[in-house]
């Protein structure tokens, strides 16, 4: 991968309407689900990031025929739910920390074994929060040291299934043990402690599964699914990703005389984060064109230019915003006052330590910003006072959110190693071009 620069020149207002990429999550089960499906599924709004890619090759390693993506479309004619062939080779996940952990529950339940690999950077993440449960559910599954990646899972044909009560709220491994219990046998179980994104449910019942949520109290819920069902295919129009509307969001709220639309955005409840941090700190958004799109609703997001206020981030908020903290740290920057987080450690394992890159980031340009084990304290409103080069880390998130922050720039800034903006954005500079962020592209 070459390695791509970013060069941010201060200032810069954003108007206009855009539409950004699909959804990944959604994507990643698009192909998971219709892949196990009876039929042919056909996907619209597809994101075409190399995330999403590396899930779509996977299924293609296992016998699956999959044509596309085009534009965002594909087709994929679904071999049921047990037409899995073991993989010839490993089965490279790239950067995915999503795709490693769900495929690690469909493989549990196959009569095969395979070996999942990933880049130097998903090596580094925690698998043992999947390893755990599937090992109870009889899978067996060998890692290196830490339950650190590759995995090597031995398939069986016999999983149990389970009660699990997540030890922290965590969409990936929810689904990973919900996609597990589509092969186990008997009625599986999970509590969640808090709420995270819900789309594997949501497309499993698309999909015809049966799937029951019930709310424990304010915060806990637990999913239930009998193994041994089917999955009927269906077609499903991916709505814009809410993690890449978020640097348009911040963008259009710190810049002043911003007035944007982001067209067709997802706005899961269990993905609003974002845009409920942003309003307690003052942000002009209005949701338009509200509607339901294949069991999402979406919606298109106005955002003008507004002062924003340094708040105590509510900690029930945090699993719903987990993807967005580094660009919400850029609004925070640019606010009024202090902004506080805590209740974030999640962030120190994502693809970068988000809380210290970002920390560091910030201190280059001339923030006030400190990291705590959970979180940050970020002293906000001042301009970022000098010109720095950032060091991000192969983070695709770093790079554009330290982008958004030349808005509020006095000298320009350089990015580092931006290649990785493809695994969830692909396109993400000229579509910042086209509504006024001053940013280009170079090969280093």
């Not at 789309?199 to 999913?223: C, N, P, W």
């Not at 394992?349 to 280059?364: C, F, G, N, P, T």
């Amino acid at each position: 991968m070459k390695n791509l620069r970013f060069i941010v020149q201060p200032g810069g207002k954003l108007t206009g309407r855009i539409r950004v990429p699909g959804d990944k999550s959604i994507s990643h089960r698009s192909i998971m689900l219709g892949s196990l499906a009876e039929g042919v599924t056909e996907v619209t709004g597809f994101l075409e990031g190399e995330d999403a890619l590396a899930t779509l090759k996977a299924f293609q390693a296992m016998g699956v025929e999959i044509t596309g993506p085009t534009n965002g479309k594909v087709t994929i004619k679904g071999v049921g739910m047990k037409g899995l062939k073991q993989p010839v080779e490993s089965l490279n996940m790239g950067n995915s920390g999503t795709s490693m952990r769900l495929l690690s529950g469909i493989v549990a339940g196959q009569e095969f074994s395979c070996t999942l690999t990933g880049d130097a950077s998903l090596s580094k993440r925690p698998m043992k929060r999947v390893i755990d449960p599937l090992s109870l559910m009889g899978a067996k599954i060998s890692s290196q040291d830490k339950g650190l990646p590759p995995l090597t899972i031995q398939g069986s044909s016999q999983l149990k299934a389970i009660d699990y009560t997540l030890p922290m709220a965590s969409a990936q491994v929810k689904s990973c043990v919900l996609l597990a219990g589509l092969y186990a046998e008997g009625e599986t179980r999970v509590v969640e402690p808090a709420p995270t994104r819900d789309h594997t449910e949501r497309m499993l019942r698309g999909f015809g599964y049966q799937v029951e949520s019930t709310k424990l109290d304010d915060l806990a819920t637990e999913i239930r699914l009998s193994g041994g069902g089917k999955l009927t295919a269906t077609h499903i129009d991916v709505p814009s990703d809410i993690s890449s509307a978020a640097f348009f969001m911040v963008a259009a709220s710190i810049a002043p005389g911003s007035d944007l639309v982001i067209e067709h955005v997802g706005i899961n409840p269990t993905r609003t984060g974002i845009i409920d941090i942003l309003k307690l700190m003052g942000a002009d958004i209005l949701l338009e064109n509200e509607r339901e799109v294949g069991g999402e609703p979406v919606a298109d997001i106005h955002v003008r230019a507004a002062q924003l206020e340094g708040i105590v981030i509510p900690e029930h908020l945090v699993p719903l915003a987990i993807d967005e903290f580094p660009v919400l740290f850029v609004a925070a920057s640019a606010a009024q006052g202090q902004t506080i987080l805590t209740g974030a450690e999640e962030l120190r394992v994502k693809e970068s330590d988000r809380i210290q890159v970002m920390a560091d980031a910030l201190q280059a340009v001339g923030i006030d910003a400190q990291p705590t084990e959970d979180g940050m304290i970020v002293n906000g409103g001042s301009q970022l006072a000098q010109s720095a080069a950032i060091i991000s880390h192969h983070d695709h998130r770093i790079s554009m959110a330290m982008t958004v922050a030349g808005l509020r720039a006095v000298a320009p800034i350089t990015i580092d190693d931006c290649a990785n903006v493809n695994t969830s954005f692909p396109g993400f500079v000229k579509l910042a071009q086209s509504v006024g962020l001053m940013v280009a592209a170079e090969e280093a």
